[in-house]
């Protein structure tokens, strides 16, 4: 699956589709460089989802849990930029919100690949430099 944003009005749109494709999977690690728009797009499938709460990158804290208002269900996101080996991951629980069911979004996933689920919907985002649009492709959906 291929999509292009070029503009923030875009992005609703994106996110739904990117949601929609994915059918009854729910974990979804962001291949990207920073500033390409990880986290916005994240926002917005949160917002999509029935998350009151603003989403932001948890960079500091490395999880945010947000709850759907519509479904009750938790939301999980996750920033892994900062550690520094797989460990760090597996001391904070990371697998099991992985393997839940809830919804997970995952930034800089690099470091957990090994305990990612078979179905995990791998999205990487390009930023063409001169028109600033973004370029998602989803593989498996």
């Known amino acids: 699956m291929k999509i292009e ?5 875009a992005l609703p749109e994106a996110a739904g ?3 929609s494709a994915a059918g009854s999977r729910r974990v979804f ?9 990880k986290t916005t797009l994240i ?5 999509q989802l029935g998350a009151d709460d603003d989403s932001a990158s948890p960079t500091f804290s490395i999880l945010n849990e947000y709850r759907s208002r519509t ?6 996101h996750f920033d892994f930029y900062r550690l520094e080996s797989a460990g760090e991951a597996f001391d904070i629980g990371t697998e099991d919100y992985l393997y839940s069911g809830a919804y997970c979004f995952l930034e800089w996933p ?12 791998d999205v990487s985002i ?13 593989e498996g959906i």
Not at 5 to 9: E, G, M, T, V
Not at 29 to 37: E, I, N, R, S, T
């Open 5 to 9: 944003i070029s503009s923030l009005a």
């Open 17 to 19: 589709a990117l949601l």
């Open 29 to 37: 690690a962001f291949h990207a460089p920073m500033g390409a728009g």
């Open 43 to 47: 926002a917005e499938m949160c917002r």
């Open 71 to 76: 479904s009750g269900e938790s939301i999980y």
């Open 110 to 121: 690099g470091i957990v690949e090994r305990m990612l689920p078979e179905d995990t919907v």
């Open 126 to 138: 390009t930023v063409d430099p001169e028109t600033g649009v973004r370029t998602l492709e989803a």
